[in-house]
């Protein structure tokens, strides 16, 4: 039997005062690929902002449960160290602080454990050679001057180094030409394992191209309207959400 990483169980996220998430249900098991599929305004951020905790969101469910530990009450960063990791749709610039710091300085966070140096840097130079990074971008601050293709790049070099237990993975192919969005598919193939897994918002397949798909979630209007394989991703590509819609009215 698979092992449970994340179950969900009718979760409601407002932001100032506007119920978004509205009653949704969701358990995801190590090894496996979601992919939530919707249309814009339909949720699907907001339900990776309430997995992490995001102080904005709030949220009343009556399970949120991590690894069989209740984590509604944890912080972000307390989250983050038991293993969860959100991609953002646009990453944010940190001047002063370099790639590789911050890498090593999180590991450590996460870890509790002092970073080998020597160690560390041979890992994180493997890692960016993976993604076709050039290695000064280790020495720059982070996602400071980066352009888009470099910015998802960074947060794919990221999920490599700090090796989380599920990734939350916001639209990291938005904006990027198909070769990168190749290069950031083939990073996603290298973190999953069946130790691992994957919840991936997205609006073009090609980034799915390197995995198995598990399961698919269609979002509309704050809830899970579909479910179903990963031929569900044609079905969608092929007939959009205007059917969902329709068999709600």
Do not use: W
């Not at 009653?23 to 902002?49: C, F, I, Q, Y």
């Amino acid at each position: 039997m698979a092992e449970n990483l994340l179950t969900i169980c009718d979760l409601h996220a407002s932001v100032d005062s506007k119920e978004i998430l509205k009653g949704l249900d969701l358990t995801v098991n190590r090894g496996e690929v979601h992919v939530l599929l919707g249309p814009n305004g339909s949720g699907k951020s907001t339900l990776m902002n309430a997995i992490m905790g995001h102080p904005r969101y709030e949220v009343t469910t009556e399970t949120m449960t991590f690894l069989g530990e209740d984590m509604t009450a944890l912080p972000t960063f307390e989250r983050a160290r038991r293993g969860l990791f959100l991609s953002f749709q646009a990453p944010e610039e940190i001047p002063g602080i370099t790639v590789e710091n911050m890498l090593r300085t999180a590991k450590q966070a996460i870890t509790g454990e002092k970073i080998k140096i020597m160690a560390f840097k041979k890992e994180l130079k493997a890692a960016m050679e993976e993604l076709q990074m050039d290695a000064s971008y280790a020495e720059r601050y982070m996602n400071v001057g980066f352009s888009g293709g470099e910015k998802k790049r960074s947060e794919i070099l990221q999920l490599l180094m700090l090796k989380p237990k599920l990734a939350l993975l916001d639209e990291t192919d938005s904006g990027l030409d198909v070769d990168a969005v190749q290069i950031v598919a083939k990073g996603v193939s290298a973190f999953h394992s069946a130790d691992n897994a994957c919840l991936i918002i997205t609006h073009n397949a090609r980034i799915l191209s390197e995995l198995h798909v598990d399961r698919v979630h269609v979002m509309m209007e704050g809830r899970i309207a579909e479910e179903g394989g990963a031929g569900l991703i044609d079905e969608i590509n092929r007939r959009g959400f205007t059917h969902l819609l329709d068999a709600k009215n």
